[in-house]
């Protein structure tokens, strides 16, 4: 079972990035879990197993820093894409020494995302029209 946990306050990208998600992925039991908030996430972190967690920067309670400084606190190194619609000069930098494998400026394209995903040891669906 491949447990992917989705982070961000507005449905309709949540949605997205999982039918997304579901797409790209080739795990044949994947298991999706949504929080509307990081203070939601950093909770289901200490509590559940999740082998990949696509998480928003700005959102309500606790942003996506901080969810990466309680990973960090906690030990635990779940493998983390930041995705943002607004990604500013050296975001990237910041994000990734706090423990994330990538950042991708939402909406992401399955390109970017699958190549961010390859690099680091996930399965992944080839694409026929990529």
């Known amino acids: 079972?491949?447990?992917?946990?989705?982070?961000?306050?507005?449905?309709?990208?949540?949605?997205?990035?999982?039918?997304?998600?579901?797409s790209i992925l080739k795990y044949d039991d994947i298991v999706v879990t949504e929080w509307s908030n990081g203070k939601e996430a950093c909770?289901?972190?200490?509590?559940?197993k999740v082998d990949l967690m696509l998480i928003d920067l700005k959102m309500p309670e606790m942003d996506g820093y901080d969810v990466l400084e309680?990973?960090?606190k906690?030990?635990?190194?779940i493998k983390t894409i930041v995705l943002?619609?607004?990604?500013?000069?050296g975001v990237e930098e910041i994000v990734k020494?706090?423990?994330?494998?990538?950042l991708l400026k939402k909406p992401f394209n399955r390109e970017q995302v699958a190549k961010v995903l390859?690099?680091?040891?996930?399965?992944?669906r080839e694409c026929p029209v990529c």
């Not at 079972?1 to 998600?21: A, G, H, P, W």
């Not at 943002?84 to 000069?89: A, F, H, K, M, N």
């Not at 390859?118 to 992944?124: A, I, L």
């Open 74 to 77: 906690h030990g635990m190194s």
């Open 97 to 102: 020494s706090s423990g994330a494998i990538g």
């Open 1 to 22: 079972m491949f447990s992917l946990l989705l982070v961000d306050d507005s449905n309709i990208t949540r949605r997205y990035v999982k039918n997304e998600m579901l």
């Open 70 to 72: 309680c990973l960090k």
């Open 84 to 89: 943002s619609g607004d990604i500013q000069p």
């Open 43 to 48: 909770v289901a972190c200490q509590t559940h």
């Open 118 to 124: 390859k690099q680091n040891g996930f399965q992944v």
